[in-house]
């Protein structure tokens, strides 16, 4: 039997609660950059003549969005085989990597903009809004559009500095392209008076200068010493479908999360604008939740991962341990300042009346999801990280399930908060279903015996 204690974080060597902390804080800063970049765009085409700029924005935003994030699979898997790779100092296996899932994304980037028309157009029929809005939307995602293979190749990138515990230079990636963002937004809005495409094309812009100084830093790491290496290395059929069958898992994952959000919103739309504004704000707060937690996630990517390729039975289970310590405590501090002060923050999100009234009254479960949630957050970057994408889709869908069975259950009878209840169920129900599978997954990366 294994000692009690080995289970207990406390017990984990202060090292690796520093660890911890240095890999997730430059995460969470870097992730909390993207809100004010969005601010930014937001102030741009507000302050532009027509209120369908503002909406071309944010309509434009979604399409990429929800297009951009299904190709999130991108970074994760790059994460984890560079993670993996790096543990076990195999410097081939790392560059090799990093250059199939290079090519991987610029392949996808490709399909992307030979598929620009369709993509656009019926993202935005799907997302709906008037004739006005849809055409500064499409001007928009017309421009943005032809860096999809840059922004791709900014996933990978990401995901390699990850892998290799590089965290500091992903925080400085970020703000660099954030910051091209900002001068380029101003520069061809106002300067060049190119309107809503020039908010679309400053996006563009960035994930170019972005790729190119992501690049530059690749090339600053790269492995000194290796022999050429050869296409029929790089193009070998087995690690190219280990690449196609974990970006497959993750990408059949992130669908199942956003059926589950889609299917939130459009069962709240039924009861009304008023409930369908609350519940949308009141989801700004899981949002925020996320981009805090998911510096523990990306931590316990990068080190699970590094654990696996060592076969480091130790170091996997301090990674696990630690990383979910901290993630516990992150959600209990959002919780309790959600309890506390949601209502303010509320009064700060909305000055409507009944939306205000509204999502005061739904708002005890925006203070519950962060608890709910935490378990399924952080083993993400555990299974992400041991690169055990194909038991991660799986329990996505069970966890999907999950929720289609107790929104179908609870929202006639319990009405909103039956369809809340459902969003709580299904997030723990993503906590259960991995934890269950957590010793079978230590067993797989690290063998039957510890070091």
């Not at 000692?3 to 017990?11: F, N």
């Not at 805090?292 to 654990?307: K, N, Q, S, T």
């Amino acid at each position: 039997m294994t000692d009690p204690q080995e289970h207990d974080a406390a017990a984990v060597p202060v090292h690796w609660h520093r660890r911890v902390l240095t890999l997730a804080f430059p995460i969470v800063l870097a992730n909390l950059t993207q809100p004010i970049l969005g601010a930014v765009d937001t102030a741009v085409a507000g302050h532009l003549d027509g209120p369908q700029y503002l909406g071309g924005v944010a309509l434009g935003g979604l399409v990429f969005s929800f297009v951009f994030w299904g190709f999130g699979f991108l970074r994760m898997g790059t994460t984890g085989l560079v993670a993996q790779a790096f543990g076990a100092r195999d410097d081939h296996g790392l560059r090799a990597s990093v250059l199939r899932a290079l090519l991987l994304a610029v392949a996808i980037g490709a399909l992307v903009l030979a598929l620009q028309v369709p993509i656009i157009r019926y993202g935005l029929l799907a997302l709906g809004g008037s004739a006005a809005v849809h055409d500064t939307a499409s001007a928009y995602c017309h421009a943005r559009i032809w860096a999809a293979p840059f922004a791709l190749g900014n996933y990978v990138v990401l995901g390699y500095l990850l892998g290799c515990q590089r965290v500091r230079l992903a925080l400085v990636t970020q703000v660099f392209i954030n910051l091209v963002n900002v001068v380029a937004v101003l520069l061809f809005v106002y300067r060049f008076g190119w309107g809503i495409a020039g908010i679309g094309a400053a996006t563009a812009f960035a994930d170019v200068c972005g790729f190119a100084f992501g690049l530059a830093i690749l090339w600053h790491l790269r492995p000194r010493g290796l022999a050429p290496l050869a296409w029929p290395s790089l193009l070998d059929a087995h690690a190219l479908r280990r690449l196609v069958a974990i970006n497959r898992d993750i990408f059949i994952r992130t669908i199942c999360l956003l059926g589950s959000f889609g299917w939130f919103a459009h069962l709240g739309a039924r009861s009304g604008d008023a409930i369908l504004a609350a519940n949308a704000l009141l989801l700004n707060f899981q949002t925020f939740m996320a981009f805090g937690l998911d510096g523990f996630a990306h931590a316990a990517e990068a080190l699970v991962g590094a654990a696996a390729g060592a076969r480091d039975r130790h170091a996997f289970r301090s990674a696990v341990k630690v990383t979910m310590f901290w993630s516990v405590i992150g959600a209990l501090g959002f919780s309790i300042v959600y309890w506390l002060g949601g209502e303010w923050i509320i009064g700060k999100l909305t000055d409507q009346a009944v939306v205000h009234a509204a999502a005061v009254r739904y708002l005890p479960w925006a203070a519950v999801l962060p608890l709910a949630s935490v378990a399924g957050f952080q083993l993400d970057g555990v299974f992400i990280g041991a690169t055990r994408t194909h038991e991660l889709m799986k329990a996505m869908a069970v966890s999907l399930a999950v929720f289609l069975l107790a929104a179908w259950a609870l929202a006639g009878s319990l009405g909103n908060h039956g369809l809340w209840l459902a969003l709580t169920l299904f997030m723990a129900a993503r906590g259960v279903t991995l934890a269950v599978q957590v010793p079978k997954i230590e067993r797989a990366a690290c063998g039957s015996e510890a070091r």
